[in-house]
């Protein structure tokens, strides 16, 4: 699968969720009390609640996805692939998320969890900031074997079951969560150890990512980049398109403008707010940015007409 920048506006723009009768409820038969930082529904339901998709949002919680059929497709971050069966993804809290071609024929689950439910019974609470799964560089999806699914899809029942039950006590939903996220963290490393010896180009391309998060509103210059991480701009740019197929500035136009995908659904800011806030004065200038990349021009996007 093919990791690209994909900023576009490639489905129905400013989605709010659809409040229809038994929209959004946990899985079938949950009668228990709400758990705090824990919710589980299957895909289907999360469809009925939310349609065939999500414009860029940033999340405020851990997400994980488990597919058993779909062709829809989704973009964390900067990061665009299809999810098909036996396919399990990412979002970490404060990551832009969208997705498009979801249907109520579409089957898997939909976890979301804070890092508060997850971490309460252990003494390492940077767990899920240390976990693979969750790292903003890294793939956000897995294409599992037949044998993890299947384990995965076994514990996930498990899950469903006690979610749906009276007593829905966090002290049995806490310790299999932490069993889904230990059997993902190591079906990653079985499917994928080559991410684990990084070359030379592979290191210094997560390290501009990881700038890129950091100074994206500020700094747009591939330059100015490399001369942050220390490298020559020439060597630079041959290792980031080496790593990751496009160059700096490819990277850095498509955080910019996915950014502002994200303010301009979510938010009721004007054009020339969002553009100030991204580092742009000139709003005509950011304006003609935004089509060239996205299509449209800003307002048409912030009124849904991508």
């Not at 591939?222 to 020439?234: E, I, M, R």
């Not at 136009?253 to 742009?280: M, P």
């Amino acid at each position: 699968m093919t990791i690209r920048p994909l900023p576009l506006p490639e489905f129905h723009l400013l989605l709010r969720r659809r409040e229809a009768p038994g929209a959004h409820k946990p899985v079938a038969g949950s009668p228990g009390a709400r758990v705090d930082g824990f919710y589980l529904e299957r895909t289907e339901d999360a469809v009925r609640a939310f349609g065939p998709g999500i414009p860029p949002t940033r999340f405020q919680f851990h997400f994980i996805g488990l597919v058993a059929r779909s062709r829809a497709t989704c973009t964390t971050g900067l990061a665009s692939f299809p999810v098909g069966p036996r396919v399990a993804f990412f979002v970490p809290p404060a990551q832009i998320h969208s997705s498009r071609d979801w249907t109520t024929a579409d089957r898997g689950y939909a976890l979301s969890f804070s890092d508060a439910f997850y971490t309460e019974t252990l003494a390492d609470k940077s767990a899920l900031r240390r976990s693979p799964l969750f790292a903003w560089e890294r793939p956000p999806f897995l294409l599992l074997d037949r044998i993890d699914y299947e384990a995965l899809r076994a514990t996930f029942a498990i899950l469903e079951r006690e979610f749906s039950s009276a007593a829905r006590s966090p002290g049995i939903l806490r310790p299999l969560l932490h069993a889904i996220v230990a059997q993902l963290e190591a079906a990653a490393l079985r499917a994928q150890p080559a991410t684990l010896r990084l070359d030379g180009s592979a290191r210094l391309y997560e390290a501009f990512r990881a700038r890129i998060e950091r100074d994206f509103r500020a700094e747009k210059s591939p330059a100015a980049y490399a001369a942050a991480l220390g490298v020559n701009p020439n060597h630079f740019s041959t290792a980031v398109r080496a790593a990751s197929g496009l160059p700096p500035g490819a990277w850095i136009r498509a955080r910019v403008i996915l950014e502002a995908q994200c303010l301009l659904a979510s938010t009721t800011r004007s054009v020339k707010e969002v553009a100030a806030e991204l580092g742009y004065h000139d709003e005509a200038y950011f304006s003609r940015l935004f089509k060239k990349v996205v299509g449209v021009a800003p307002r048409e996007y912030q009124l849904g007409r991508g």
